[in-house]
């Protein structure tokens, strides 16, 4: 019982797994509140009805509240983009064991791609809410279109999974990270599929729990499926870095022992 609760042990390294990804999805909320707050207030009028027992619902006004919240949310988002990014550079060092500090880990990685950060949120849902706009504006029409569409926004949010942990782990351009984005999403098809169901789990448990999942999504709404996901495109990514090159203890001692050689000749110089 005594090695059960141990610091070493699994079950006390998992508790502060927990706790660390609870932190990392608190300090991620932080940024998207301004954007909830938004999305709230534009879609809950517009939903309202379907909550409540003999509400009218109207889907024109559904569709209208929809376009207003994706044009105001597209200034409002933005800072989510570097929020993301920092958030998948701390999951990533945790998958991989890499000891790091939370809170300082996130605001460096924040910093590093905040302009592209930026840059790149404003696509992701400048893109995705058109595609999600075409799909309601047609969802009431027959046509083949619609399905397309559809399938679209499947593909690209797939695509969209990918953006900014590419960002926090690669430099790349916008534009090369984004093609990249495309490539790992087709080459790990079953990993993207997987994320896409992961990442989908806080909007299926809140569709059955309503508002008694609002706790546990403050918790680890966001930071748990990217967890997930981390996990699943950790050995993709593996796949793309450079290989480190492996040198003994004694190579390495060596090497210190010329730099210090070429610091004290330099020294001598002076």
Not at 40 to 67: C, H, K, N, R
Not at 211 to 224: E, R, S
Not at 240 to 253: A, L
Request: proline letters at 5%; hydrophobic letters at 55%; one cysteine or more.
């Amino acid at each position: 019982m005594g090695k059960f609760f141990s610091l070493d042990s699994p079950f006390v390294a998992g508790l502060s797994r927990l706790a660390d990804v609870m932190w990392l999805n608190i300090l991620t909320l932080i940024f998207a509140v301004p954007l909830m707050i938004e999305q709230v207030m534009i879609l809950g009028p517009a939903v309202s009805p379907l909550m409540t027992e003999g509400g009218q619902f109207s889907y024109d006004v559904f569709v209208a509240a929809v376009m207003w919240a994706w044009i105001i949310g597209i200034p409002l988002s933005t800072i989510c983009g570097p929020a993301l990014t920092a958030m998948h550079f701390v999951l990533l060092k945790m998958v991989r064991d890499e000891e790091s500090y939370v809170t300082k880990t996130f605001f460096k990685s924040f910093k590093e791609n905040f302009k592209q950060g930026i840059i790149l949120q404003v696509i992701k849902f400048f893109v995705g809410g058109m595609l999600v706009l075409d799909f309601l504006i047609l969802r009431n029409r027959g046509g083949f279109y619609r399905y397309v569409v559809f399938a679209m926004f499947v593909f690209l949010y797939m695509v969209g999974l990918y953006i900014f942990p590419l960002l926090s782990k690669f430099v790349n351009t916008n534009i090369k990270t984004i093609k990249n984005a495309f490539i790992l999403t087709i080459v790990a098809f079953p990993r993207s599929l997987a994320m896409a169901a992961a990442s989908l789990l806080p909007v299926v448990l809140a569709y059955f729990f309503d508002i008694k999942f609002v706790p546990i999504f403050v918790l680890v709404g966001i930071a748990g499926p990217a967890y997930i996901c981390a996990i699943l495109y950790n050995p993709t990514f593996k796949r793309f870095e450079p290989k480190e090159e492996e040198i003994s203890e004694e190579e390495e001692m060596n090497a210190a022992i010329r730099k210090l050689d070429e610091l004290d000749e330099e020294e001598k110089s002076e």
